[in-house]
């Protein structure tokens, strides 16, 4: 009952200042606007009488004068008018008000002496008056001034009204809202509330049978049954949950993180899941004061991360940012990602040194240009060699301190920067499973031949137990490069290795992305598409048509052969000068490396020579935006491009094929693929160009933007039903399955 006459109460007062408040409002600014209505006619009228009654002032008092003034006397709402001389003695007055004004008024003595006119509320003669008084002049000199008087009992009234009128509403809202609350809280509150008690101590003492007996439309009913069924239904949910996830893990249905983390539950048998990477999934930078955490670019981040915030575990990788060390425990641990914890992040910590001769020196100009082939000579010096193997070995005791008190642990190594690295962990726990799963493409035996260390790198590798690429080509091309390079023993029908009686496997596993989209948060992401003439603006163009390409600066991925394809394009077909242009995300990378600082420079001057070709007052081509941009920044590129242009000269996968593809949920768009993608043996619906045929990617631009809608969202629901098919949840699921499924007993090996 308290609480009831408390609520009551509580409303009653908030109503009741509320209304006074507004109510008072109301009553201020009507006095306010009836008074500016009485001053302006008062100074209309003083105006239009100015010109007649200031000829008749030095005169003195007259008949003229008076009859005047009594004419616009007793009027509606006007009381009279009365003129002052300049020695402020009245010279005619209104008949009604001449025994109150035998003594000027305030304001005709401010008026006379300051030269200025003015009004003011006022009592006289037992009633509320308006006074205006302006000054009269004859030859520019003061000689008197005039005074308009209106009664304004009747504003006094209306307030009264107003006052009346909020008064009686404030009762009526009292009474409504005291019964109303009371009817409220009787029946939804007051008796569920009692019928609610009684029935818990029925659940209580194990009698459920009642459980459902309020009503269904009760305030209180949605938790009555969620209450009396949680108990019951806790532990037949469960393992409920349990069994559907292992029986899809047999049926074709789609992968969901809940459905990989019960696969690897089960395949690992509740064991921890290790991932080694170079690049760390969260960075800490420091910002002035500030630290902040940024997710670095890169297409593995972007596979990976997924499938750590699904699975658990943890995540082995470089600490590069600059803050990194501030946030982790005594073993350089930390939990990530930041706002909901899901996995752990080990860092390990190179020297500078390190950092040069293993990453920007053997891996990045030496492996990766050998792998791909764009071109670009290798340089392989013994110095980076050394610093590889000192990486490796750093990686290699991270990862076993880890691995401690861990019974056959499951260890994904990730790609090229770490070749060595199956060995030296192989070597101290031999009960490990291990794979190693490269991200780029592999060479043909001559190509990788260039390598001086080409037996060392093959005979790490081989310490892994599943070796996986991207596409059956390159798993062709690394055995081709084991038969000519160690002394081995090759099954090629299991596509197996046996080497100092260990077995590996080399299989095909095509990444890909989490769908639906990894970085679309429906929390965060607006309700409706974003608006590309908005998007446009803001880059400083108006277009028609747009174009998209998202990469990181590196000479593989064919952008200056995609610029020349632009470039091309406009020439053949002027029409679309003015109204297509293309945007270039392009976020710096090893910029340490000069060849990589000498093509971002080449980028953006190609970039500038075809705008300053097409040049348009409020329009270019190319607009090429060189920085790291966020998953969010580049969701509505994609959300609103004609085309995305993916023009690699050689690349093992490339998700930003795929990363357009699952962003498209509208069905539109056209993705313009390089045949040399391993993004292009999936999706055959894209246009697959040659990315060193110009003309073919000029013709290819004309086709995209000409292509009838119903043909693009075909060729878009069949790409994006295969990136459903096959994400990144399937990939990881398939790589563990296969990797615990291996056996680790030297007579695997004996039977190759």
Known sequence: MRITLRLIVSLVVAVA???????????????????????????LLAESLQETIEPLVLKGPSKNLQRLVEKFGNRERLAGVAVYSASQSPLAVTASLAPHLAVAPRLITEAISKNIDGSEFDAIAGRGMHIYVLPLRVSNQIAGAMAIFHDTTYIQGQLSRIWRYSFLRILIQMVLITFITLLVIRWNVTRPIAQMASWMKQLRAGETEEAFALPKGDLFAPIAKEVSTFARHLSAAKTAAEQEARLRQTAESLWTPERLKEHIKTKLRGKPLFVVSNREPYMHLRRGRQMEVIVPAGGLITALEPVMRACGGTWIAHGAGDAD?????????????????????????????????????????????????AHTRPTFRAEDWDYYQKAN?????????????????????????????????????????????????????????????????????LGADLIGFHIQFHCNNFLDTVDRTIESRIDWERFAIAKDDHLTFVKPFPISVAFPHAFQ????????????????????????????????????????ERFRA????????????????????????????????????EVGSEAERINWKFKGR???????????????????????????MVTSLHDGMNLVAKEFV????DNSGVLILSRFTGASTELRDALIINPYDIEQMADSILYALEMEPEEKAARMLRMRETIKEHNIYRWAGNLVAELTQIRLDKQAALKV
């Open 17 to 43: 200042a509320v209304a006074s408040f507004f109510a008072y409002q109301q009553v201020r600014q009507e006095k306010q606007r009836q008074g500016e209505e009485l001053e302006r006619r008062s100074r």
């Open 325 to 373: 060390w501030d946030v982790v425990d005594d073993k350089n641990r930390v939990r990530v990602p930041p706002d909901d914890p899901l996995y752990t992040l080990k860092r390990v910590a190179l020297t500078k040194e390190e950092e040069n001769g293993y990453y920007y020196g053997f891996s990045n100009e030496g492996l990766w240009p050998l792998c791909h082939i």
């Open 393 to 461: 070995q750093k990686f290699a005791q991270a990862i076993l301190e880890e691995l401690v008190d861990v019974e056959e642990p499951c260890v994904l190594i990730q790609d090229y920067h770490f070749a060595l690295l199956a060995r030296f962990i192989k070597e101290s726990r031999p009960d490990a499973r291990i794979a190693i799963f490269w991200h780029i493409p592999w060479p043909n035996p001559e190509a990788f031949g260039i390598c001086p260390w080409q037996k060392e790198l093959v005979y790490g590798m």
């Open 521 to 560: 948060d429906v929390s965060s992401q607006p309700s409706v598409k974003p608006d590309r003439a908005a998007l446009l603006k803001d880059l400083g163009v108006k277009a028609k048509y747009l174009g998209v390409g998202v990469e990181r600066m590196d000479y593989t991925k064919g952008m200056l």
């Open 566 to 601: 632009i470039e091309r394009f406009l020439e053949k077909y002027p029409r679309y000068q003015g109204e297509f242009t293309f945007v270039q995300l392009g976020a710096p990378s090893r910029t340490h490396i000069k060849r990589y600082h000498d093509f971002v420079a």
């Open 618 to 644: 409020d329009w270019k081509p190319i607009v090429f935006l060189e920085k790291h941009h966020s998953h969010n920044e580049i969701m509505p590129f994609y959300s609103l491009a004609d085309i995305c």
């Open 662 to 665: 699952a962003s498209r949920d």
